[in-house]
């Protein structure tokens, strides 16, 4: 736990636990909240092929669908949870490994470091 509370610039193992339940929580809600989502766009597994790679393509659109809602929880529960600044910072480099980092605001020199590993 040490190596991991360095890297993600964290202090106490409190804010690691609430971090990952943080994590876990924001998955269970994401697929959660998808689902109805899913159903008022269509996509459900009866709507593709009953060939092998209808339920691949379902799959793959789903999960496609879901991610963004997943982000989006992810900052929010955190700030909930009161690891706003923690979470945003993993955004902000996750958008920027991803090619997307023009979606966000351009930072000054001293808050653009990311603390998150």
């Known amino acids: 736990m040490k190596k991991l509370k360095q890297r993600w610039g964290i202090e106490s193992n409190f804010q690691l636990i609430i971090i990952l339940v943080v994590f876990s929580a924001t998955g269970s809600t994401a697929v959660y909240v998808a689902k109805p989502f899913l159903n008022w766009i269509g996509l459900h597994p009866g709507g593709f092929p009953d060939a092998w790679w ?64």
Do not use: C, H
């Not at 902000?92 to 966000?104: A, E, I, S």
């Open 54 to 117: 209808g339920s691949w393509i379902y799959w793959t659109l789903r999960i496609l669908v879901i991610f963004p809602i997943y982000q989006v929880l992810l900052v929010i529960m955190g700030a909930v949870f009161g690891q706003f600044a923690f979470f945003w910072n993993l955004e902000k480099k996750m958008l920027r490994r991803m090619g997307l980092g023009f979606f966000l605001p351009s930072d000054s020199p001293e808050t653009s470091r990311d603390k998150v590993g």
